[in-house]
């Protein structure tokens, strides 16, 4: 299958230049369900590969494809049956998990993409799927027959190839990229968070030759990490960036990490406050919420409801959760589960 991609990828950039350009820079036309249909069997036939498409209408079909393509990843497609425009996307998972399907049926990451805040959702699918919903969307599936033989470098060069679709709600034709430039991984290293990660033992010091160098914590949370004996864990990105942020110990079923923004040293013992896990953290909940100025800790308000807080300081939930939980600083507030003596 790699050495088929290899000559695909190359048939495919032998006039790169000329090809893919930003899409922004050219007119967008609706397509009839009928036409893209056909565009997607010509690119299968074209390229010899398997003639296969799953199709779902997401108004109805959204739980037989939760349970066909749970855990598995690949190619898709979007097509709004509104408007006739579409997108072409690739994920490590469709859906369970960190599936990259399952952020389009969260108002909140859609919203948040839409406005800025995120990069969960490309802009122009988000502005289609708040306008229209995501039910009026029909999904695509062009290469099922591939969905569970991927990792990253591999689906990246399929979504490449889908690109030859032309789709309308994509910003540019070049994968990865908002811009028209495809960006190497070098310089995606660059400008990620750099981290480093630690197992722990049970005194809570670090074990020796332990130390893993991580680029990037949306990027590790899709991934997952893997300890030194090759116990793979999945983690969502709020845990990952709170455990990260808060300097506290992550524990898992059989093991403990610390995740450091610098270097630490071999046998290094941690405070073991730093230890936090799912249940210690629940049991300080309450219903009401404490808001506090972070710096100066002086009281501000307190309100006796999540969606109260919500509204009151225009915080999505998803962030008001992270942030209750970590106890983290948000827009200058600490807003706390229990009144701070």
Not at 51 to 65: F, G, R
Not at 234 to 254: A, E, R
């Amino acid at each position: 299958m790699t050495t088929a991609l290899i000559k695909i990828i190359k048939r495919i950039y032998f006039n790169s230049s000329d090809f893919f350009i930003p899409i922004t820079t050219i007119t967008k036309y609706p397509i009839l369900f009928t036409s893209l249909i056909q565009r997607i069997k010509d690119i299968q036939e074209r390229y010899s590969l398997h003639p296969d498409i799953k199709v779902y209408n997401l108004n109805t079909d959204k739980a037989k494809a939760q349970q066909e393509l749970a855990n598995k990843g690949g190619v898709y497609v979007l097509w709004c049956k509104t408007t006739g425009m579409f997108y072409v996307g690739s994920a490590l998972r469709f859906f369970t998990n960190k599936g990259r399907l399952t952020d389009y049926f969260m108002p909140g990451r859609v919203k948040a993409s839409l406005e800025g805040n995120s990069t969960k959702v490309s802009k122009d699918l988000a502005s289609a799927i708040f306008t229209y919903g995501i039910e009026s969307f029909t999904l695509l599936i062009p290469q099922y027959n591939i969905s569970s033989k991927l990792d990253k470098a591999t689906i990246q060069g399929w979504e490449q190839l889908w690109m030859m679709l032309s789709p309308t709600l994509n910003r540019s034709l070049m994968v990865s990229s908002n811009s028209g430039t495809m960006m190497s991984e070098e310089d995606r290293m660059k400008i990620s968070t750099m981290f480093y990660q630690y197992e722990i033992d049970n005194d809570n010091a670090i074990i020796p030759k332990t130390e893993k160098i991580l680029f990037g914590l949306k990027e590790t949370s899709r991934i997952g990490i893997t300890s030194m004996d090759n116990t793979h864990y999945s983690i969502q990105y709020d845990t990952l960036k709170g455990h990260f942020d808060s300097k506290m110990i992550w524990v898992t079923s059989q093991h403990k990490f610390y995740f450091s923004a610098e270097p630490l040293t071999s046998n290094l013992i941690l405070n073991s406050v730093n230890v936090n896990t799912e249940l210690e953290l629940s049991d300080k909940r309450s219903r009401g919420i404490w808001v506090y100025n972070a710096n100066t800790k002086e009281f501000i308000s307190y309100e006796s409801s999540v969606k109260d807080c919500e509204m009151k300081y225009n915080i999505s939930r998803t962030h008001l959760k992270r942030v209750r939980k970590y106890n983290q600083a948000y827009q200058g507030k600490l807003f706390c589960n229990h009144k701070l003596k």
